[in-house]
T-cell receptor
Framework: NAGVTQTPKFRVLKTGQSMTLLCAQD?????MYWYRQDPGMGLRLIHY???????AKGEVPDGYNVSRLKKQNFLLGLESAAPSQTSVYFC??????????FGQGTRLTVV | GESVGLHLPTLSVQEGDNSIINCAYSNSASDYFIWYKQESGKGPQFIID?????DKRQGQRVTVLLNKTVKHLSLQIAATQPGDSAVYFCAESSLAYDKVIFGPGTSLSVIP
């Protein structure tokens, strides 16, 4: 049972480049989330999804897009990366009003 | 209100002492609360949870207290060990809204 798997684990992008972060969960959870965590800071919600085909904005959605085409996958896209998007990105999944399980994070650096 | 990006407060505790980490949650409609532990370089991991129909729940060396009147949550760690050094987050949720809202977190440092 892998739980929540994020790929890639590390990435360096140049300003203006695009990329997609993949999150996969094998727990049949309805809810999936993308957070960012800056050094010494808490978790900020970027986007989330309450089911296949649905997405919603969190606290800091600007500059990001998401898609949930399959229940087990939640993709986070950066269309034109900026240095301010340098961060560690965490994906999580959960059932409704239940414990969220987190991936190990993706460390992204935009230069 | 939503959790916003804030620098983490730090709590330093002597090994063997008890630790108390506090959290003020934001939404009076929240009815499910969770404490997570995040070790350096890792994702947050579940420690203990509590529903709003309870005011106390105990686990192994950890106790969560809930005071709905003042929207306050606390995590007590008994006999703190070096392995407890981490960042601790409280989180709130409800069926009334879809997302999990995280508190700003507290960095616990255990002094040997």
């Amino acid at each position: 049972n892998a739980g929540v798997t994020q790929t890639p684990k590390f990435r360096v992008l140049k300003t203006g480049q695009s990329m997609t972060l993949l999150c996969a969960q094998d727990m049949n959870h309805e809810y999936m989330y993308w957070y960012r965590q800056d050094p010494g800071m808490g978790l900020r919600l970027i986007h989330y999804s309450v089911g296949e085909g649905t997405t919603a904005k969190g606290e800091v959605p600007d500059g990001y897009n998401v898609s949930r085409l399959k229940k087990q996958n939640f993709l986070l896209g950066l269309e034109s990366a900026a240095p301010s998007q340098t961060s560690v990105y965490f994906c999580a999944s959960s059932r409704a009003e239940s414990v969220a399980f987190f991936g190990q994070g993706t460390r992204l650096t935009v230069v | 209100g939503e959790s916003v990006g804030l620098h983490l407060p730090t709590l330093s505790v002597q090994e063997g002492d008890n630790s108390i980490i506090n959290c003020a949650y934001s939404n009076s409609a929240s009815d499910y609360f969770i404490w997570y532990k995040q070790e350096s370089g890792k994702g947050p991991q579940f420690i203990i949870d509590i529903r709003s129909n309870m005011d106390k729940r105990q686990g192994q060396r950890v106790t969560v207290l809930l005071n709905k009147t003042v929207k306050h949550l606390s995590l007590q760690i008994a006999a703190t060990q070096p392995g407890d050094s981490a960042v601790y987050f409280c989180a709130e949720s409800s069926l009334a809204y879809d997302k999990v809202i995280f508190g700003p977190g507290t960095s616990l440092s255990v002094i040997p």
